[in-house]
């Protein structure tokens, strides 16, 4: 069974730094593209960051770009999102799931990041 669980979220002033970790289980996981996603209230989830372990391919989005690091660590299975100069409008329930195929199985509780002004 896959299994991804995220953890790290927590509550921040702007201009502070989280470290989100996706920890994945069941599947090959160096085969795998593994992707952040973010959803904020009333809002669609949306794509944050993604690494390609088999291509290097590393990608942002241009709301995060400069400002967010991802990472992995294939000996513990697990990605990290390093998260600077956090904003409010970064505020959301943060994800991981495929980067490349997000499947509806593999999404798991989320951990929430809450940035006050």
């Known amino acids: 069974e896959v299994q991804l669980v995220e953890s790290g979220g927590g509550s921040v002033q702007t201009g502070g730094s989280l470290r989100l970790s996706c920890s994945a289980s069941g599947f090959t996981f160096d085969d795998y593209a593994i992707g952040w996603f973010h959803q904020a209230p009333g809002k669609e989830r949306e794509g944050v960051s993604c690494?390609?372990?088999?291509?290097?391919?590393?990608e942002y989005s241009d709301s995060v770009k400069g400002r967010f690091t991802i990472s992995r660590d294939n000996a513990k299975n697990t990605v990290y999102l390093q998260m600077n100069s956090l904003r409010p409008e970064d505020t959301a329930v943060y994800y991981c799931n495929d980067g490349d195929n997000p499947r509806a199985d593999y999404w798991g509780q989320g951990t929430q990041v809450t940035v006050s002004s």
């Open positions: 690494i390609n372990n088999r291509n290097g391919r590393i």
